[in-house]
């Protein structure tokens, strides 16, 4: 089962910019977990995962805790342990007011500091898999800090997310990356990796640049292995993975080329 065409708009998950609306203390020391809706909440358990929903079906909650499950395996697997919260809104407009975002049209899930919130807007429209690839997308941000306000590269960050999302979907190159390599076919090849505002929601090559971000960290893992990947968050490019950054985006043009074209 394929992931609908435009995906992109709809995977697009956002960092973890926002966390003021939600981080609102500390766990209570009972390690219940503190919803934002007091007596109005659904808690389901998965194995190793809550999901809070708001006027949610209950069945739905289990099938997004058993996802939570599977996706911070995928994250443990490369990354480490991630607490996985997720908090399930009955709205789009709760859902904004809780991560204090403003614009939320697109997105499926965001990530605050500490937890995944669902649009379910966005969710509803993803099928299987894309609901599986979203969920691990955000519960890595969760897991590295996302930019780390800023000290991490977006394209990075965003990379890094998608390629633990994507590394386990099945889903081909071509079809993940299906914008970018309608542009590289037509010989667009992009010259720099993608930065900050390239990810700004609604920017006209916003697909582009998730692809673009998620193909140099595939790259990346190819070449130097998943361990060089994980070195480089929180390093750089060339004490942990000895290229300038100019040899680095060569050397990613040419992956594109050969994958895309
Ligand atoms: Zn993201």
Request: a positive charge.
């Amino acid at each position: 089962m394929s992931v609908p065409r435009g995906r992109r708009a709809v995977l697009t998950g956002m960092l973890a910019l926002m966390s003021a609306g939600l981080v609102t203390g500390a766990e209570p020391p009972s390690g219940e977990t503190r919803g934002p809706w007091p007596g109005a909440a659904t808690v389901v358990r998965g194995e190793d995962s809550v999901v809070i929903g708001h006027h949610v079906p209950p069945a739905r909650l289990r099938d997004l805790a058993s996802r939570a499950d599977r996706a911070r395996r995928a994250v443990g697997r490369i990354w480490g342990p991630v607490r996985a919260v997720i908090l399930f809104p009955a709205t789009d407009a709760e859902a904004a007011a809780l991560a204090g975002a403003g614009s939320t049209r697109g997105l499926a899930a965001m990530a605050t500091s500490d937890r995944v919130i669902v649009l379910p807007s966005g969710y509803a429209r993803l099928n299987e898999t894309g609901r599986d690839v979203v969920i691990a997308h955000e519960l890595t941000h969760l897991a590295t800090g996302a930019t780390r306000g800023g000290r991490v590269p977006m394209w990075l960050s965003e990379g890094f997310a998608d390629y633990v999302g994507y590394r386990d979907s099945g889903i081909g190159v071509r079809e993940a990356a299906a914008e970018l390599a309608q542009e590289v076919r037509a010989g667009l090849l992009p010259t720099r990796l993608p930065v900050a505002a390239d990810f700004a929601p609604g920017a006209p090559r916003l697909a582009q640049a998730y692809e673009e971000a998620w193909l140099a960290c595939r790259y990346i893992a190819e070449r130097f292995g998943e361990k060089a990947l994980v070195r480089l968050y929180g390093s750089d490019v060339g004490s942990a993975l000895g290229l300038s950054q100019a040899e680095l985006t060569a050397a990613w043009r040419d992956h594109l080329r050969r994958e895309l074209e």
